[in-house]
T-cell receptor, first 113, second 114 residues
Framework: AQSVTQLGSHVSVSEGALVLLRCNYS??????LFWYVQYPNQGLQLLLK??????LVKGINGFEAEFKKSETSFHLTKPSAHMSDAAEYFC???????????FGAGTTVTVRA | EAGVTQFPSHSVIEKGQTVTLRCDPI?????LYWYRRVMGKEIKFLLH????????ESGMPNNRFLAERTGGTYSTLKVQPAELEDSGVYFC????????????FGSGTRLTVV
């Protein structure tokens, strides 16, 4: 079964600073990888996904993530944090062709003015 | 296009009571999934419907949980009787194909058992 590890349950960044959220997965074959975001009082929204195409994936709201097979990582970045980025972020993984997602524990991002 | 709708958005019940959560998927989506996040833990898969059939219920925690999808449209998840450890957020998602990349999630139902 796939598993995901998100390093850091809480991340605090200054407005305008780099946002870096770390995600590592365990799999012997390249999986599908996802980042979801949950804003306060809202549902899970897909930020971006990797499905075996380009290793650098661009998502919504200026986020991007890079799939690194050698490091089994899929870290999420945004060059300049905005106050509206305050939310909880989840990394998720599935086997290619599977329907079931395995989620990480989530990382809560706070943005300081 | 309407998204995945879940209600109620919040429910507070006493231990031992029954609660029914409802999910309306996106019209035309044959695949419907339930996930939940109990406090401080990861979001976990509960089960998967294709139309009205349960394809995979490997994540259902015990027989106090009953999911149905009559007619292949909306789905209900009943917890009877509810226990304290059932508290958490229950998410529903739907997709056209049974592929992880096609999910649309609902806003979730926050269940609190007191």
């Amino acid at each position: 079964a796939q598993s995901v590890t998100q390093l850091g349950s809480h991340v605090s960044v200054s407005e305008g600073a780099l946002v870096l959220l770390r995600c590592n997965y365990s799999s012997s074959v390249p999986p599908y990888l996802f980042w979801y975001v949950q804003y306060p009082n809202q549902g899970l929204q897909l930020l971006l996904k990797y499905t075996s195409a380009a290793t650098l994936v661009k998502g919504i709201n200026g986020f991007e993530a890079e799939f690194k097979k050698s490091e089994t990582s899929f870290h999420l970045t945004k060059p300049s944090a905005h106050m509206s980025d305050a939310a909880e972020y989840f990394c998720a993984v599935s086997d290619q062709g599977d329907y079931k997602l395995s989620f990480g524990a989530g990382t809560t991002v706070t943005v300081r003015a | 296009e309407a998204g995945v709708t879940q209600f109620p958005s919040h429910s507070v019940i006493e231990k031992g009571q029954t609660v029914t959560l409802r999910c309306d998927p996106i019209s035309g989506h044959d695949n419907l999934y339930w996930y939940r996040r109990v406090m401080g833990k990861e979001i976990k898969f509960l089960l998967h419907f294709v139309k009205e059939s349960k394809q995979d219920e490997s994540g259902m925690p015990n027989n106090r949980f009953l999911a149905e999808r009559t007619g292949g449209t909306y789905s209900t998840l009943k917890v009877q009787p509810a226990e304290l450890e059932d508290s958490g957020v229950y998410f529903c998602a739907s997709s056209q194909n049974a592929e992880s990349y096609g999910y649309t999630f609902g806003s979730g139902t926050r269940l609190t058992v007191v």
